[in-house]
């Protein structure tokens, strides 16, 4: 293990010196340092290791939101249900829920 400290004159950094931080032996380069550089970071984990993302919905709820719906209306003071005319929020599910068109945001 290896620290490096820079080296200055006056107010000017000119280097930097390696130190050994087991021993306190200065190197003068990164290349004179016989442990300076590590060949690869040790392979802990491989992909195998990953967590499994979590399915919290399954394909036939996902996007059955208001916010998906095409009677989802927004203005810049609130967010209405075009058919009944309540507030409502992005996130309420509704029993009469109709897709937008793929083109719609």
Known sequence: MVRTEPVYEGFKKTGEVFICVLCGARYASADETP?????????????????????????????????????FVVN???????????????????VRFEKKPSGDK
């Open 35 to 71: 442990f300076a550089h590590a060949d690869t970071r040790p392979k802990i984990f491989t992909e195998n290791d990953k967590p499994a993302l979590p399915a919290v919905f399954s394909d036939d709820e996902r996007q059955r939101c208001c916010g998906w719906c095409l009677h």
């Open 76 to 94: 810049p003071f609130n967010q209405r249900c075009g058919l009944n005319n309540r507030e409502t929020q992005a996130t309420d599910l509704c």
